[in-house]
């Protein structure tokens, strides 16, 4: 197994102030709205009253994070180019458009992990799914935004800031499955979780590039916090509330960890995903602008804002790949580049053995000098 | 009568079809039940691969590190050559051609057909009425297997083997200067020699791995002379290139020769001790100056002067040769002229001198010394001795008087399909639709046959025209030993068992010969039976298998033949003792004089078309062409055309032009390269029917080796104004340079 | 890892055997991540093999807006981590030597990684086991470098950049350093006329290498 990789420098210093002031503010506006939401406090239940804590602290080490990566040069121009091209107003419907192919291919269907491979999407719907159906169902509860109140012998009443909603029977199939929401979300994620590790244990490629903190632990959380609900739901369901408490502990434990885990590993790609409506807008659009032509093989390759905007990129990062002849390096597609690189081998002196040549005499390349060589180029 | 009537159809049904991952597709999480270590299936290097199997199939393979010849090294054929196993076209019953369709049969029916029909054949017409044609890529054990079936199974004399176009040029050359036919040093001697001559091989394309050793020795400081009309990777890698006019090898390897008896180069205490004919051989070579050499061949003077100074003056150093000298109606004589340098120079028979030929085929030395050649018995015996004939009808059991008489090469087979004498032929392991030169003459010769049956994995162009089809097995589903181009004697196991009702060929050669009746002769039901009987047949041969095992070959990694005892260790290098295989223990010199070759270019043909190889494709192209990787490199043929020739034509890079010669025509887009020679196209040979270069090619046979000349015949080009862009540029979404050029 | 890759173009026969071989490797198993592209086929048979350079400071690496790509400890630049690329492709043109490819329905870079599910564990990377020259060779620099009459070099030069990397080239000559200033000429081309120029421009073999695109999509 891989371990920890090595840091790179290069990226500029890091600028924390503006990160932590965005952290804190981020908790701030939650904080707010779980005092206004619960309508000061008055649906907000006590008991969950950890959780609510650690979700607001994540969320501000969430935006916290966040900033952080925005300072990344290439994801600010990013950013901020997806921004600038969104909000140009004649490209508005469109811009809209392109946003929501994006949102309903990548982020719902997520097609691109299907064509990475059937049983990889399937394994990441089942986790994915089954944790946004257990945010949707925890966090109005935990923050007193949802709270139940008893109408006669069976009915419930779901109040959603406060306002009444409509009235379940307890013993109807739609309330039985409301109500054990929780659970079927936590046997996707178990089943999810199941099959990523297991192909994390098979593949080869995988043995060989994982890290144990940063793919097993992840899968492993989710798993303890799935188990540690199930066994809620069974504790009241089957053994009289047996052990119940000590579980709800261990329960919140595991949740607490994850949410403080979620800025800084695998799972942060939940927050960083989005970005791909930016960069695939970046993409649409710049396929409709004039196209960077290669100077060598004069073979258009990628549109020129992307290619100069990349130029920028690699500047702020304190490369110059700038040549005599005007160019940068990045003007050149790929293959060209290869092949310069392949010619300069060529044309290096033969001072001990000839480079790429027999002994053949009729193109007079014996006499050429390299100051000849160069006129040429 | 068979001819190809629906060829929609079978191509629809067998193919070639491209299929490019391992059965269920990629993976990196199989669990691999076994892994078998093999050789590779294609050239004869036979470098060393373990095949990965799972669940009875071959799904990858690994690098074999631990055998000594390749070290694990492959090229792309090799990487890509566990593919072929699962193909989707592979053959998987016996096909009988009814009314224009192969129709699946029962291997019953198959066989009683071909029994009955093959004996209708002899009874009507005679024994000699049936050909057998075989090949090179087939174990050693299937190659004795061949010779026995034609001469003790149907009692016919024609039989012959696709190393006709391949070796027969080289193994005349050597018995006639050595008295044996093989390789004389090993390929760890190639490190040790200071300077290298490389005559008519393209090495980096057909001969991959042995470019290991090629550059071991540069490594050490040697040097490389090549002798090849274009400039290939080789001969762009080489010191010294001399770049000849197609056909002309001997007027160069004289010309070398003549510099270093000037210099007083050569070695006066062998050629005394160990030789004979010197004299008469000198008063030729001095003819061959420089400059004449120069005037013939068109190479400058300077560098055949400098070639035999750099190969005169080194203590060390070695011969190699391949196809391209060989190839020719001079062949032999080509052959010869460059044995006289090795034996002027006395540098033969110690490490780092030597001499060998690069072998073709994977079995392209084992296959061509146990009898399936025309006029061989195994051991390198010979069908016109009457000691060797009576030897090995002992072994064999069979009646002195039952032995046939020796037959005739393939390309003359092929004459007398077409004059009416053979009616009846059986194929195995070779394509002649593609290889063979003439290919619109080839399918006259198949179509005239009454009864034609042909034994392959594939559907081949040439099955195409069978009447009876039988499935075979590939290189993993059968054992058996190969001998590589150095003469050693290695071991392909069988990782897999045959897919359908497919069989192993001998097997099928068996069962044929026991339904007619000589069962007896063919009581074989393993690879090793057959190689227990091979060991005796050769024994005493020069080619002596007597002491191999299977177990030696596993234990030393290959044994180099001749091992005539258990306990011998077999020959890595020959005529060690400086004594050769003549009956006076002498080499012989050959005086050899520069003949052009059967067809110059004229007003008419201006041009000399040489044909050869490209790195993706091997042979006839049947197993390699239904492999995607290997097509997308290289997808068809292409004519090799100098700028100013083009020029002059008023050709484009990438336009197709046709390429006519007095026997055929053909369509080839061009590629316009410097590295060939103005007065000289090339086309690769790889792909049958309207692709095949060997439409144009000239029959016209070697004297002595019957070797047809492919590397030299007479051609022009048209242009006619086609559009259509190479397959290649046509993938590309961008504009090439050329295509922009035309104005698209 | 002390062992690493040794670069020789001028043994390079040009004939893809690892191309072929990289497909079989469990990373990025069935897709090449190595290149053999001819320099000029008009001119020469001379082609030149890419594999990931493995620069000690990845421009790829730092212009990934994901912070997807990772080195390891050994020096290995990794492809990108599959949970973060954004398939933005600025890597790709990014790279000083073009190695990078990208996919995008899979929304994935993927890259040479030195094979690291075989060097990991001690085997040699399949492009340098199947070489059939030594154009692709791995081990550790003393066992490789006096066995040979090239001059090993990690430094390469583009304009203004200086860039190392882990990942030798083989020089024939004395020079310390690879320089790529502009895009250059093959040699056999120098004196040639216009109009020879023309007849020989670049060839449509060159192209071969990329099916799909001019810029390095999988």
């Known amino acids: 197994m891989a371990t920890a990789a090595k840091k790179l420098t290069r990226s500029g210093a890091i600028n924390y102030m503006h990160p932590t002031i965005i952290g804190v503010i981020a908790s701030a506006v939650l904080t707010l709205l779980v005092i206004v939401g619960s309508r000061n406090l008055e649906h907000f239940d006590s008991a969950l009253f950890g959780y609510t804590i650690a979700s607001i602290v994540a969320f501000g080490a969430i935006a916290f994070r966040y900033a952080i990566w925005l300072q990344r040069p290439a994801t600010r121009t990013y950013f901020r180019r997806g921004l600038q091209l969104f909000f140009q107003r004649k490209k508005f419907a469109a811009n809209t458009a392109s946003a929501a192919t994006t949102v309903a291919t990548n982020l719902v269907a997520q097609k691109f992990i299907f064509k990475r491979g059937t049983m990889r999407w399937l394994m990441h719907a089942l986790i994915m799914w089954g944790c946004v159906i257990a945010a949707l169902i925890t966090f109005p509860l935990v923050f007193g935004w949802v709270h139940f109140e008893l109408e006669g012998d069976l009915g419930y009443r779901a109040y959603l800031f406060g306002i009444p909603t409509q009235l379940m029977q307890g013993r109807d199939i739609f309330a039985w499955i409301v109500f054990h929401g929780l659970d079927f979300s936590a046997v996707m994620v178990i089943a999810g979780c199941a099959i990523a590790i297991h192909r994390r244990l098979k593949d080869r490629g995988a043995i060989a590039t994982q890290t144990f903190l940063l793919d097993f632990v992840p899968h492993m959380m989710l798993i303890a916090i799935s188990v540690s609900g199930l066994m809620l739901t069974a504790s009241s369901l089957w053994f009289e509330g047996y052990m119940y408490s000590f579980v709800a502990m261990v329960h919140q434990a595991t949740v607490i960890m994850t949410l403080f885990y979620l800025p800084f590993g695998k799972l942060f790609h939940v927050v960083q995903r989005p970005a791909s409506i930016g960069v695939e807008l970046y993409q649409r659009r710049s396929r409709e602008m004039p196209q960077a032509v290669c100077p060598r093989c004069k073979t258009e390759f990628v549109g020129q804002m992307w290619i100069d905007d990349l130029k920028k990129v690699v500047g702020e990062l304190g490369f110059d790949y700038r040549m005599a002849n005007g160019q940068t390096l990045q003007d050149y597609c790929p293959r060209c580049k290869r092949i310069m690189r392949g010619l300069a081998y060529a044309g290096l002196p033969d001072t001990k053995e000839k480079v790429f040549y027999g002994t053949r005499e009729e193109a007079g390349h014996t006499e050429t000098t390299k100051s000849e060589k160069s006129s040429q180029q | 009568m068979s001819k190809v009537e629906n060829l929609d159809r079978i191509l629809e049904q067998f193919g070639p079809h491209l299929h490019d991952a391992p059965d269920g597709g990629w993976a990196a999480d199989r669990v691999i039940d076994n892994v078998v270590p093999t050789h590779c299936p294609y050239c004869a290097v036979q470098c060393g691969l373990n095949l990965l199997v799972e669940k009875n199939k071959v799904v990858g393979f690994e690098p074999r590190y631990d055998f000594p010849v390749n070290e694990g090294r492959l090229c792309p054929k090799g990487v890509t050559a566990y593919l072929q196993t699962h193909h989707p076209d592979r053959l998987l019953y016996p096909l009988i051609k009814r009314n224009g369709y192969f129709e699946r049969a029962s291997w019953d029916d198959a066989l009683d057909l071909i029994v009955s029909k093959f004996q209708e054949i002899q009874a009507k017409y005679g024994k000699d009425a049936i050909g057998i044609y075989s090949g090179s890529s087939l174990t050693t054990e299937k190659t004795y297997l061949m010779g026995k079936f034609a001469r003790a199974g149907l009692g016919t004399r024609y039989i012959d083997y696709n190393g006709r176009l391949c070796m027969v040029s080289a193994a005349a050359g050597n018995n006639k200067a050595f008295g044996i036919d093989r390789a004389a040093n090993p390929f760890a001697d190639i490190p040790l020699a200071e300077v290298l001559i490389i005559a008519g091989a393209n090495c980096a394309e057909t001969f991959p791995v042995l470019n290991k050793y090629l550059w071991e020795q540069r490594d050490n400081g040697g040097r490389w002379i090549v002798i090849d009309p274009r400039e290939t990777a080789t001969a762009r890698q080489g010191d010294l290139h001399l770049q000849l006019k197609p056909g002309t090898d001997v007027a160069v390897a004289n010309g070398m020769l003549n510099v270093m008896v000037r210099e007083n180069l050569i070695d006066e205490d062998f050629i005394a001790n160990s030789t004979n004919d010197w004299e008469a051989t000198r008063t030729v070579i001095e003819k061959y100056t420089p400059d004449v050499a120069s005037q013939i061949s068109d190479v400058p003077a300077k560098k055949i002067e400098q070639a035999g100074l750099l190969y005169g003056r080194a203590k060390t150093g070695m011969i190699m040769h391949a196809r391209g000298i060989e190839h020719h109606t001079n062949g032999v004589n080509n052959v010869l002229s460059y044995i006289n340098i090795v034996l002027a120079t006395g540098k033969i028979g110690e490490p780092g001198k030597g001499y060998g030929t690069i072998t073709g085929q994977g079995n392209g030395q084992g296959g061509r010394e146990h009898g399936q050649k025309a006029d061989q018995l195994p051991g390198q015996r010979s069908m016109l001795n009457a000691e060797h004939r009576k030897y090995v009808c002992d072994v064999w059991g069979l009646p002195e008087e039952e032995l046939p008489e020796a037959g005739v090469s393939v390309v003359e087979m092929f004459d007398k399909m077409r004059e009416g004498e053979i009616k009846g032929f059986f194929s195995l392991c070779n394509n002649g639709m593609v290889s063979l030169p003439d290919t619109n003459k080839i399918r006259q010769s198949l179509e005239n046959l009454e009864f034609n049956v042909n034994v392959d994995f594939f559907m081949s162009e040439s099955s195409r025209y069978a009447d009876v089809v039988l499935p075979g097995t590939t290189w993993a589903e059968d054992e058996g030993v190969t001998a590589n181009s150095e003469a050693r004697v290695i071991k392909i196991n069988k990782a897999v068992d045959p897919p359908g009702e497919a069989k192993t060929d001998w097997w099928i050669v068996c069962e044929i010969a026991r339904r007619m009746g000589r069962g007896k002769y063919f009581n074989f039901n393993s690879p090793r039976e057959i190689f227990d009987e091979l060991r005796v047949a050769s024994k005493g041969g020069n080619a002596d298998y007597y002491g191999i095992t299977y177990e030696k070959i596993e234990k030393q990694n290959g044994v180099f033949w001749m091992c005539p005892t258990l306990d011998h260790p077999g020959t890595p290098r020959l005529f060690e003792d400086k004594k050769f295989y003549h009956p006076d223990k002498k080499a012989k010199f050959h005086p050899i004089e520069y003949k052009p070759p059967a067809e110059v270019p004229d007003a008419e043909y201006p041009l000399a078309l040489t044909t050869g190889r490209v790195v993706y494709q091997y042979l006839s192209g049947n197993q390699t062409r239904r492999i995607g990787f290997l097509v997308e490199q290289c997808p068809e043929p292409y004519v090799e055309i100098h700028p100013e020739t083009a020029l002059a034509l008023k050709i484009n890079d990438g336009e197709r032009v046709k390429v006519v010669s007095r026997r055929g025509e053909g369509v080839f887009p061009a590629l316009i390269v410097r590295t060939i020679r103005p007065d000289t196209i090339f086309i690769p040979y790889h792909w049958g029917e309207q692709l095949a270069a060997n439409q144009l090619t000239n029959p016209a046979l070697d004297p002595i080796s019957k070797i047809p000349e492919y590397k030299a015949c007479a051609a022009r080009i048209e242009k006619i104004h086609s559009r259509e862009l190479p397959i290649l540029g046509r993938n590309r979404k961008g504009a090439s340079l050329s295509e922009v050029r035309r104005g698209k | ?218």
């Open chain 3, 1 to 218: 890892m002390q062992e690493t890759m040794f670069i020789d173009p001028q043994r390079c026969i040009g004939c893809r055997s690892c191309v072929a071989a990289c497909r079989e490797c469990s990373t990025h198993k069935g897709y090449s991540m190595i290149f053999v592209d001819h320099i000029d086929r008009s001119e020469t048979t001379a082609t030149m093999p890419t594999v990931c350079m493995h620069c000690t400071e990845p421009t790829c690496a730092l212009v990934c807006p994901a912070d997807a790509i990772k080195m390891n400890e050994d020096g290995v630049v990794m492809s990108a981590l599959k949970p973060r690329c954004l398939d933005c492709r600025n890597c790709v043109n990014a790279c000083p030597f073009g190695v990078p490819k990208y996919n995008t329905a899979m929304h994935l870079q993927m890259k040479c990684d030195m094979c690291y599910d075989r060097t990991s564990e001690g085997l040699k990377p399949m492009c340098a086991s199947v070489c059939p020259t030594g154009a692709i060779s791995f081990g550790k620099y003393e066992q490789i470098v006096p066995l040979r009459r090239t001059k090993p070099v990690n430094a390469h030069v583009f304009g203004n950049q200086h860039v190392e990397t882990k990942v030798y080239l083989m020089l024939p000559t004395d020079e310390t350093e690879v320089n790529i200033d502009g895009c250059g000429v093959f040699e056999g081309r120098i004196g040639l006329t216009g109009e020879q120029q023309a007849q020989t421009g670049e060839s449509w073999i060159d192209t071969q290498e990329e099916q799909s695109d001019k810029s390095n999509e999988f």
